[in-house]
Structures are given as structure tokens and as C-alpha cells.
């Protein structure tokens, strides 16, 4: 098999990667990676212990004892489970979103996060979306995007979504840490979001992997 491409698309919180990357995913038929919910899934399991997020040794202790099993489902799109068990209804509650930063910040979290990104790529052609997607889990791709969006757009999105999120100082925090902090990969394409619908996003995102000469399916 040739070597699977990956599309990475990093960006602050709330930024509308998580909806560009799966519908670009879903237009070229690749497979949609969502690194953000592996964080909050770690997270959840050391909320819902009652273990304390900036604890260091007991959340290495917990991924020690810890079975993590990342996978597709029916519609190509990653899932996690944690010792068998499905963290995804939990994964937007307010409990998880305020800790998750911190718990991103643990450079063993990462390490071990980072591997099951890479080994997400073995067999398929993937978009993934992150904080580091292309300035360090794949510094090698020539596809990488930056999305970005005002923080008054940003904050609006939320409160539409009725979701608590501090995303001024959760990107603060994301973008601070020593280790593969958010920021802008050199050779990443920046695009605005603030006033592009998704499907206008996902649009300049495919006239630049035209440019690059990416091979596209048929009729796009
Ligand atoms: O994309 P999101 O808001 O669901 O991500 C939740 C947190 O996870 C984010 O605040 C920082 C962390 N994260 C990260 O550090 N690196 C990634 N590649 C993805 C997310």
C-alpha cells in the first residue's frame, strides 16, 4: 500500500475544525481522526476517578493501569475506548472541558496519545484535527491547515451550542505548554473562518490541495 496521506488541521478552540475536518473528510472519502476527543477521553476517565488533573503520578499511574483502544466506526470516523468502556457521552461535559487542557499539558499523556495517533495511519488515508496535528504528530505532511476564527466568532459558537467553554484561557493554556504547544506550523495554510460557512472552509481547504496536485476522487 502506498504511504497513507494525511491531512492535518490544527486551530484554537471552537475554531470549526472539528466540523470542516469531518465533512472534508467525508467529501475525498478519507478516514476523520478527532484527536482532541483521545485528550478528553483521558480526561474524563481521571474526572470520573476523582483523580486530581494537575496530580502528574497518579494520571501516569491511571494510564498505566489503563487499557486504551482507539478504532473507526461503520462511518470512518475514530473512536476510543477505555478499558472497554465508551467515554463518549461524556466527553463535552463541563467537568471534562475545564481540565482538559491540563491534562494535555502532561508530556506522558502526549507520548502516548501521539503513538496511537501515528499508528490511526497505517492503513487509510486520514483528516486529522488537533492542536499539533502539523507542527509535530505529522511534521512531514506538505497538507496542513490552521483554522482560525475571531474570538468574538469563537465565543458566539459556543453560546450557541449552549457549551461552557473558557476558550480564551483554554487556548492560552494550550498554547503556553512546553511541550508541542498550538501554534502555527510554517508551511500550514491559514484560513479565517470567521465569516465562511463549513462548506466554504472546506472548499479553499480543496483548491489547495488541488494546487498541490493531490489526487482527488472523481467530481471533486
Ligand atoms: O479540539 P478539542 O477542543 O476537543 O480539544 C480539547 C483539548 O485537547 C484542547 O484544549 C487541547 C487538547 N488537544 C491537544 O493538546 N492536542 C491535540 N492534538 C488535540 C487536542
Redesign the pocket.
Known amino acids: 500500500m502506498p504511504t497513507p496521506i494525511v491531512i492535518a488541521i490544527?486551530g484554537p478552540?471552537?475554531s470549526g475544525?472539528?466540523s470542516v475536518a469531518r465533512a472534508l473528510a467525508r467529501r475525498l472519502r478519507y478516514r476523520y481522526v478527532?484527536?482532541?476527543?483521545?485528550?478528553?477521553a483521558v480526561?474524563w476517565l481521571v474526572v470520573s476517578r476523582g483523580i486530581t488533573p494537575a496530580d502528574t503520578t497518579a494520571v501516569r499511574a491511571m494510564l498505566d493501569s489503563t487499557v486504551f483502544e482507539c478504532g473507526f466506526n461503520a462511518t470512518g470516523e475514530s473512536t476510543v475506548l477505555l478499558d472497554g468502556l465508551d467515554p463518549s457521552p461524556h466527553?463535552n461535559d463541563a467537568s471534562v472541558?475545564a481540565s482538559?487542557?491540563t491534562?494535555?499539558?502532561i508530556p506522558e499523556v502526549?507520548r502516548r496519545?501521539v503513538a496511537k495517533?501515528r499508528e490511526c495511519v497505517k492503513d487509510s488515508d486520514v483528516v486529522m484535527?488537533?492542536?499539533?496535528?502539523g507542527s509535530a504528530?505529522f511534521p512531514e505532511t506538505p497538507y496542513k491547515f490552521y483554522i482560525d476564527a475571531t474570538l468574538e466568532v469563537r465565543a458566539a459558537r459556543r453560546q450557541r451550542q449552549g457549551v461552557a467553554?473558557r476558550i480564551e484561557a483554554?487556548?492560552k493554556?494550550?498554547s503556553s505548554?512546553p511541550m508541542?504547544p498550538?501554534i502555527i506550523a510554517e508551511d500550514a495554510h491559514v484560513v479565517d473562518s470567521s465569516h465562511l460557512t463549513i462548506d466554504g472552509v472546506v472548499g479553499e481547504i480543496i483548491g489547495r490541495l488541488k494546487l498541490k496536485n493531490l489526487a482527488l476522487p472523481e467530481g471533486i
Open positions: 490544527d478552540a471552537a475544525k472539528s478527532n484527536t482532541g476527543a483521545m485528550y478528553r480526561t466527553l472541558t482538559v487542557s491534562i494535555a499539558s502526549r496519545l495517533q484535527e488537533g492542536r499539533d496535528i504528530v467553554d483554554r487556548d493554556q494550550d505548554r508541542s498550538l
